[in-house]
Each structure stands twice: as C-alpha cells, then as structure tokens.
C-alpha cells in the first residue's frame, strides 16, 4: 500500500504538468508511450505472442495512433495506416507457414490499433475547446472510483462481485466506487467554477461520473480475464504497487471514450 500511495504521488503531479501546462504535443506523446508499453504488456509479457519482430511491429503501431488524433488525420490517411499494418501481420502470418497461430494476428490488431484508439480519446479531448479542463474527466473519474472501491471494499466489502475473474473485488466496493467518482466529480465542479470561473452542468458531471465509473469497472475485469487466463498478478512492474500500464490505466481505456462521446452530446463547461 505504501508504494501505490508514493508512485501515486509522484506521478499524478507529473501528470498535471502534462496536460495542464505543457503543449498538446507532450499529451500526444505521453499517450504514444503509454501505448506502446501496453502493447508489449498485452503481447509479449502475457506470452500471448513470442515473436519479438511482431512485438515490435505492434508497439509501434500503437504508439503512432495517438499522432493521428493529434494531427486531426483524416480517415484516408488512417485507413492507409490501418490497412498497412494488416498487411504486415499478414505477412508475417503467411511467412511462419502454420507456425503462428492465427490468434497472433488478433491479438496484435488489438493491441497496435485497438487499445490506442481508445486511449487516444485523451488526445482528442485536449485539444477541443476547455481541452485542459475535459481531459482531466476520465482521469478523475477512473482513478478516484479505482480508489474509492478499494478502501470500501476493504472496509464494507462482503459480496464477491465477479470472484473467478477478479476475486478481490466486491458489490459494496463497486458502490463505493460510484459514490466516489460522484463526490470527486462535485468537487471537481467546484473547483472549476469558483477557482476559473466558468460553469459547470452537474447533472451533467453526474451522469459523466456514473457512465465513467460504470464502464471503468467493466474495463478492469476485462483485462482481468486474460490476467487469470495466463495466471499472471500484474501485468507489468513499471508502477510498484501498482503493475504495469494496463494495469493502472484499464478503466480508462473504457471511461475516456466513453467521456468524449457524452461530452459531445451533453457539454459541461
């Protein structure tokens, strides 16, 4: 616990300072290395691909999609990068001549093209108008939930809320999780409108808070399941305490997104 809480603190400043004060470039390539760690974690550290060329492939590819958002790349170009990816994993495929199995080619999609479009939603976020304010939702959300349901869990929790994928994890915990991304959403509000001056929707960040915290605990027990299909704790040791990029940063794949499309159709700020 004292390791999360000190990774904890070292990282989330660090993390303002990108996204608050520094150019939206810092955030793109941010999110690119984030990529490309979750990539290898999801591939090679999971033994779900052993070719370490495709590895490679497949990192690089996901750390140039968040480039695409921030560039504002227009399908064409995209669907050209998409396509020749494709190509190569099938190359690959049809060069190990039945050595590869097929799931290395869906695996390797996922993890080069999948995961970063998800996770580029930061990107696309900074950059719409209160960019700075908006890319902080998912943020919040996912990490105050994450952490609200751990100590409810562990104070309240009794009953097991998926115990073959994630038996840690209990129904009073999940509650807890919601209630917490509510009051941090609150807070943030406040903070948002007495420290900047500008208005906030609360029915708004309410239903944000509830759709983020909601998604966010389907995102961790998804990565949850491959976790206990190869018998793994974490899936990296980059954060002590906390695993490795997926690890930390699962919920938000789910909640970012799903933050940019409300946010389209119910503007907060």
């Known amino acids: 616990m004292k390791a999360r809480i000190l990774v904890a603190v070292v990282c989330i400043p660090l993390l303002l300072v990108v996204l608050l004060w520094l150019?939206?470039?810092?955030?793109?390539?941010?999110?690119?290395?984030?990529?490309?760690?979750?990539?290898?974690?999801?591939?090679?550290?999971?033994?779900?691909?052993?070719?370490?060329?495709?590895?490679?492939?497949?990192?690089?590819?996901?750390?140039?999609?968040?480039?695409?958002?921030?560039?504002?790349?227009?399908a064409e170009p995209a669907m050209a990068g998409g396509l020749a990816f494709f190509l190569v994993l099938a190359a690959e495929l049809l060069a190990s001549r039945l050595k590869m199995p097929f799931e290395v080619m869906t695996a390797a999609l996922f993890a080069g093209l999948g995961m970063p479009w998800l996770l580029s939603a930061l990107?696309?976020?900074?950059?719409?108008?209160?960019?700075?304010?908006?890319?902080?939702?998912p943020l919040l959300i996912s990490f105050v939930a994450d952490g609200a349901a751990l100590f409810a869990g562990m104070a309240l929790g009794r009953h097991k809320l998926a115990p073959v994928i994630s038996p840690k994890k209990t129904v009073e915990g999940m509650i807890g999780g919601f209630a917490g991304a509510v009051v941090g959403m609150l807070i943030y509000g406040l903070a948002v409108?007495?420290?900047?001056?500008?208005?906030?929707?609360?029915?708004?960040?309410?239903?944000?808070?509830?759709?983020?915290?909601?998604?966010?605990?389907i995102g961790d027990l998804f990565f949850s399941c491959l976790k206990r299909e190869k018998q793994i704790k974490d899936y990296g040791r980059l954060l002590p305490g906390h695993g490795g990029v997926l690890d930390r940063f699962d919920s938000v794949l789910f909640c970012a997104p799903l933050c940019e499309l409300l946010l389209c159709w119910l503007p907060l700020l």
């Open 193 to 217: 409108r007495f420290a900047f001056g500008r208005e906030f929707r609360w029915l708004t960040g309410v239903l944000l808070a509830l759709g983020g915290a909601g998604v966010s605990v």
């Open 123 to 137: 990107v696309r976020l900074i950059q719409q108008p209160d960019g700075r304010f908006l890319v902080l939702l």
């Open 23 to 74: 150019p939206t470039l810092a955030t793109a390539i941010l999110v690119a290395g984030l990529c490309a760690l979750a990539a290898h974690e999801l591939t090679y550290a999971t033994g779900l691909i052993t070719n370490r060329r495709v590895v490679g492939e497949t990192m690089l590819m996901a750390a140039l999609v968040p480039f695409w958002s921030w560039c504002g790349c227009p």
